[in-house]
C-alpha cells in the first residue's frame, strides 16, 4: 500500500522529551521575533489575551502578543479537567464578584457573542447540564482554533518574552522585555495601545508594573479549590461523595450569607468537589460550613424513615453508609463541636440528635486547600479604574485591561472563561478604535 511505511514509522515515532520540546518552542520563540512599533500590544497571550488580539487584528490594527511563557494559551489546556467548560447556558453576573461591572460590559446578549466568536473561528460543542464544552471534550481544540484564527488574522505571537517595563511616550507607549531563554537578552517595541491581559503569577495586575503607572490592585489570592477545615471526626470521611447543601456562616454574625448545592468530597484534610471550589471564593478561616446531607429531605420525613427508636444502619437507605455509621456514632457521643445554632435547638434524644447532624453537619474553616492547582486568582487591577464599555483606564490613555488582569472571578462552570472571553471581545475592539483614532 502507498505510504505504508511512512505511516507505520510515523505511528512508531516517540513523543519528544520535556528537553526537546522546550528546545523547540525556544527555536521557534527566537525566530518569531516581533516588530519594534506596533498599533496595539496585548500582554499575555491567554484566553482573554488571545481573543482581544484577534478582535484588534481583525479590525485592521497591526498586534503584537507578549506571552512570557513559550506558548500561548497554555492556560487553556488545564481548564475544566483538559475538557474545557468554556462557558455556560446560565451566564447570571451575579456569579462574580463585581456584578454591576460585569452587567455593563456583558451588554445584553454575552452568550450570543461569545459562541458567535467561536463559531467563526470553526469551534463546534456540546451542553452538559447548563455547561458547555467542546465536541472534542478535549481543550486543545479550543486553543488551537483561537491560535489558528490569531494567525490568521496577522497577530505576532512574541512567546518566551516577559515584560519587565511599560513607559508612557508622546506617541503611545515604550515596552522593554526579557528572553525566558535568556534573562540578559532584552528587546523593546512600541505601541499607541496596550492591552493588559496576565493572570496568576505573571500577572501585571498583581505586581509593581502597575503600581509604577499609579494604579490600584487588590492582592492576588487563589480561588476555587479545596477547603481545608479544622480537625474533627469527619476527616474519618476521607474519600466518600455526597450530594449537598452547603451554607456558609460568618462566625462574626452567626448568619448564613451563602449557600449552593452539589457534589461534597470530603478529605482528610476538609472538602473539595465543585461545589467547594464556589465555597472558597467566599470563606474566611473561623467561618462554619454547615453541610446538608439529604437536601431533599426534610427533619420530619428522616424520623419516619428512621423510625421511633433508631437502631444502626437506619439511615443507609439515604445516606452512604460508611457517612451514616460515623453519624450514628457522633450521636451517641453527643458530639458538640461548637458550632452556631441555626434555627430552634433540637431535643436531646438520640433520634433528633442525628437528625440535627445529617441536616446540619458543622465544619471550621481553617483556611485554603491545595492553592497551587488553584484555577484561578482573586485580585488584580481594580475595576473602578476602568470603563466597564470600554474597559480603557480613565487615568491612563491608550491602556486597556482584560480577563485575570482586573479584580474580577466567578463561580466554577464556565463563568470565568465566559469572562476571559467577553472581556477580549470588548478590550480587543476598543484597542483596535483607539489606534485608529491616534493614526
Given at each position: 500500500?502507498?505510504?505504508?511505511?511512512?505511516?507505520?514509522?510515523?505511528?512508531?515515532?516517540?513523543?519528544?522529551?520535556?528537553?526537546?520540546?522546550?528546545?523547540?518552542?525556544?527555536?521557534?520563540?527566537?525566530?518569531?521575533?516581533?516588530?519594534?512599533?506596533?498599533?496595539?500590544?496585548v500582554?499575555?497571550?491567554?484566553?482573554?489575551?488571545?481573543?482581544?488580539?484577534?478582535?484588534?487584528?481583525?479590525?485592521?490594527?497591526?498586534?503584537?502578543?507578549?506571552?512570557?511563557?513559550?506558548?500561548?494559551?497554555?492556560?487553556?489546556?488545564?481548564?475544566?479537567?483538559?475538557?474545557?467548560?468554556?462557558?455556560?447556558?446560565?451566564?447570571?453576573?451575579?456569579?462574580?464578584?463585581?456584578?454591576?461591572?460585569?452587567?455593563?460590559?456583558?451588554?445584553?446578549?454575552?452568550?450570543?457573542?461569545?459562541?458567535g466568536?467561536?463559531?467563526?473561528?470553526?469551534?463546534?460543542?456540546?451542553?452538559?447540564?447548563?455547561?458547555?464544552?467542546?465536541?472534542?471534550?478535549?481543550a486543545?481544540?479550543?486553543?488551537?482554533?483561537?491560535?489558528?484564527?490569531?494567525?490568521?488574522?496577522?497577530?505576532?505571537?512574541?512567546?518566551?518574552?516577559?515584560?519587565?517595563?511599560?513607559?508612557?511616550?508622546?506617541?503611545?507607549?515604550?515596552?522593554?522585555?526579557?528572553?525566558?531563554?535568556?534573562?540578559?537578552?532584552?528587546?523593546?517595541?512600541?505601541?499607541?495601545?496596550?492591552?493588559?491581559?496576565?493572570?496568576?503569577?505573571?500577572?501585571v495586575?498583581?505586581?509593581?508594573l502597575?503600581?509604577?503607572?499609579?494604579?490600584?490592585?487588590?492582592?492576588?489570592?487563589?480561588?476555587?479549590?479545596?477547603?481545608a477545615?479544622?480537625?474533627?471526626?469527619?476527616?474519618?470521611?476521607?474519600?466518600?461523595?455526597?450530594?449537598?447543601?452547603?451554607?456558609?456562616?460568618?462566625?462574626?454574625?452567626?448568619?448564613?450569607?451563602?449557600?449552593?448545592?452539589?457534589?461534597?468530597l470530603?478529605?482528610?484534610?476538609?472538602?473539595?468537589g465543585?461545589?467547594?471550589?464556589?465555597?472558597?471564593?467566599?470563606?474566611?478561616?473561623?467561618?462554619?460550613?454547615?453541610?446538608?446531607?439529604?437536601?431533599d429531605?426534610g427533619?420530619?420525613?428522616?424520623?419516619?424513615?428512621?423510625?421511633?427508636?433508631?437502631?444502626?444502619?437506619?439511615?443507609?437507605?439515604?445516606?452512604?453508609?460508611?457517612?451514616?455509621?460515623?453519624?450514628?456514632?457522633?450521636?451517641?457521643e453527643?458530639?458538640?463541636?461548637?458550632?452556631?445554632q441555626?434555627?430552634?435547638?433540637?431535643?436531646?434524644?438520640?433520634?433528633?440528635?442525628?437528625?440535627?447532624?445529617?441536616?446540619?453537619?458543622?465544619?471550621?474553616v481553617?483556611?485554603?486547600?491545595?492553592?497551587?492547582?488553584?484555577?484561578?486568582?482573586?485580585?488584580g487591577?481594580?475595576?473602578?479604574?476602568?470603563?466597564?464599555?470600554?474597559?480603557?483606564c480613565?487615568?491612563?490613555?491608550?491602556?486597556?485591561?482584560?480577563?485575570?488582569a482586573?479584580?474580577?472571578d466567578?463561580?466554577?462552570?464556565?463563568?470565568?472563561?465566559?469572562?476571559?472571553?467577553?472581556?477580549g471581545?470588548v478590550?480587543?475592539?476598543?484597542?483596535?478604535?483607539?489606534?485608529?483614532?491616534?493614526?
Amino acid at each position: 500500500m502507498p505510504g505504508s511505511k511512512s505511516r507505520t514509522r510515523a505511528r512508531g515515532e516517540r513523543r519528544p522529551s520535556r528537553a526537546q520540546r522546550e528546545a523547540e518552542l525556544v527555536s521557534a520563540a527566537i525566530e518569531a521575533a516581533p516588530s519594534d512599533v506596533t498599533d496595539v500590544c496585548v500582554v499575555g497571550g491567554g484566553a482573554a489575551g488571545l481573543v482581544a488580539a484577534i478582535v484588534a487584528a481583525e479590525e485592521g490594527a497591526s498586534v503584537v502578543v507578549l506571552e512570557a511563557e513559550l506558548e500561548c494559551g497554555r492556560s487553556i489546556l488545564a481548564t475544566g479537567n483538559g475538557r474545557c467548560n468554556f462557558s455556560t447556558v446560565r451566564l447570571d453576573p451575579r456569579r462574580y464578584n463585581d456584578p454591576e461591572f460585569v452587567r455593563a460590559t456583558f451588554g445584553q446578549r454575552p452568550l450570543d457573542d461569545v459562541l458567535g466568536f467561536f463559531r467563526d473561528c470553526g469551534l463546534r460543542w456540546s451542553l452538559e447540564d447548563d455547561r458547555l464544552y467542546p465536541l472534542s471534550r478535549q481543550a486543545a481544540s479550543v486553543r488551537n482554533v483561537l491560535l489558528a484564527r490569531a494567525r490568521r488574522a496577522g497577530v505576532q505571537l512574541a512567546c518566551g518574552r516577559r515584560l519587565v517595563a511599560l513607559e508612557p511616550r508622546d506617541d503611545g507607549w515604550r515596552l522593554r522585555f526579557e528572553a525566558r531563554w535568556d534573562a540578559g537578552r532584552r528587546g523593546e517595541l512600541r505601541a499607541q495601545t496596550v492591552v493588559l491581559a496576565t493572570g496568576g503569577t505573571n500577572s501585571v495586575g498583581g505586581g509593581a508594573l502597575t503600581d509604577d503607572l499609579g494604579l490600584e490592585r487588590r492582592p492576588l489570592s487563589p480561588a476555587l479549590c479545596p477547603v481545608a477545615c479544622e480537625d474533627s471526626p469527619l476527616s474519618l470521611l476521607d474519600g466518600r461523595r455526597a450530594q449537598v447543601d452547603l451554607s456558609l456562616v460568618r462566625d462574626d454574625d452567626l448568619l448564613p450569607c451563602w449557600h449552593e448545592r452539589g457534589e461534597l468530597l470530603f478529605r482528610g484534610y476538609g472538602i473539595s468537589g465543585i461545589v467547594t471550589f464556589d465555597l472558597s471564593r467566599r470563606a474566611r478561616p473561623g467561618d462554619w460550613v454547615l453541610v446538608d446531607l439529604v437536601p431533599d429531605h426534610g427533619p420530619s420525613e428522616l424520623r419516619q424513615i428512621m423510625g421511633m427508636d433508631p437502631e444502626p444502619g437506619c439511615l443507609d437507605g439515604v445516606l452512604d453508609p460508611e457517612v451514616a455509621r460515623l453519624l450514628e456514632r457522633l450521636a451517641c457521643e453527643r458530639w458538640d463541636p461548637g458550632a452556631p445554632q441555626l434555627g430552634p435547638t433540637p431535643r436531646d434524644t438520640h433520634a433528633d440528635r442525628l437528625v440535627h447532624l445529617v441536616k446540619h453537619l458543622p465544619l471550621r474553616v481553617r483556611g485554603l486547600a491545595a492553592e497551587k492547582g488553584a484555577q484561578v486568582c482573586q485580585g488584580g487591577l481594580l475595576t473602578n479604574q476602568f470603563d466597564p464599555l470600554s474597559l480603557r483606564c480613565a487615568s491612563r490613555p491608550g491602556i486597556l485591561a482584560c480577563g485575570e488582569a482586573l479584580d474580577m472571578d466567578g463561580d466554577c462552570g464556565g463563568f470565568n472563561l465566559s469572562w476571559a472571553w467577553k472581556s477580549g471581545l470588548v478590550a480587543g475592539r476598543s484597542a483596535a478604535g483607539l489606534a485608529r483614532k491616534a493614526g
